[in-house]
């Protein structure tokens, strides 16, 4: 009984509340704002568009990870020894080249978690809200500056430097077993025995192990370049695609 009586008491108190407020408002006097002629001014810490300073953007992808709704996609390539990408406006080292960074803002949920992460404050919501198109692919915003003959020319450095280095790595390995056949080779002339075997038979050990690690770091590093081609394939493709889709609607436009 007492439990009824509450509840009746909580839902006229609801509805006189509710309407108190409406008849609060019933009696003042509408005020329309003439747009686009007057704009209202808009609360602090609003959520709209997204915006990347990409000088400041560093590639380290932490942004991308941080969208529920996978609205970003962000392509990195590695610089080599000789490129100097300078510093952020936040005093952090470049090492990466942004060969991509696009924002579908027609995915966005505008909960700005990818703001938040960001170590330099490239990425940022700005005071936009005027962005509205026909088409779903004109909302997707693309923010690197790197022309395609960048990438490729970025892509191929980084190739030759990795190929150069896996040669150099293959050469210090043959000097290293040279030196090793030389000085068993030594030992056996001058008489001397290693422990635990015999001289042949620890350097065929040796060398099978050398063999081995070679075999694998080069299958690794062919996966790896093979990998690093399909992405950079990819990317071009979609790029491609997206520019075909806009000229073919600039086209049927005119």
Not at 22 to 48: A, C, G, K
Not at 97 to 124: G, N, R, S
Not at 151 to 160: D, M, P, S, T
Not at 201 to 213: H, L, N, P, V
Request: charged content about 40%.
């Amino acid at each position: 009984m007492v439990k009824a009586l509450t509840d009746i008491y909580t839902t006229f108190k609801s509805i006189f509340t509710g309407m108190g407020i409406t008849f609060r408002h019933l009696f003042t006097r509408s005020v329309t704002v003439q747009y686009p002629q007057q704009r209202d001014v808009l609360p602090e810490r609003v959520r709209l568009k997204l915006h990347v300073n990409i000088d400041d953007c560093i590639g380290c992808r932490l942004c991308e990870r941080a969208c529920p709704v996978e609205c970003i996609e962000i392509g990195t390539i590695k610089s080599t020894d000789d490129d100097d990408l300078g510093e952020t406006s936040t005093g952090h080292k470049k090492r990466l080249w942004v060969d991509q960074f696009d924002i579908d803002m027609a995915k966005c949920c505008y909960c700005e978690l990818c703001v938040h992460p960001c170590p330099t404050d490239c990425i940022t919501m700005v005071e936009d809200y005027e962005y509205s198109a026909y088409d779903r692919n004109d909302l997707i915003l693309s923010f690197s500056d790197m022309t395609p003959e960048q990438i490729e020319e970025a892509g191929r450095k980084l190739e030759e430097e990795e190929e150069a280095k896996r040669r150099k790595k293959e050469e210090a390995m043959l000097a290293r077993k040279k030196k090793e056949e030389a000085k068993a080779a030594a030992g056996e002339a001058g008489g001397e025995k290693p422990a635990g075997g015999g001289t042949g038979e620890a350097s065929k050990d040796s060398d099978a192990e050398s063999s081995r690690g070679a075999d694998a770091s080069g299958s690794g590093d062919a996966d790896s370049d093979a990998e690093k081609a399909a992405r950079r394939a990819e990317r071009e493709a979609r790029r491609a695609a997206r520019k075909a889709e806009r000229e073919a609607k600039k086209k049927s436009e005119d």
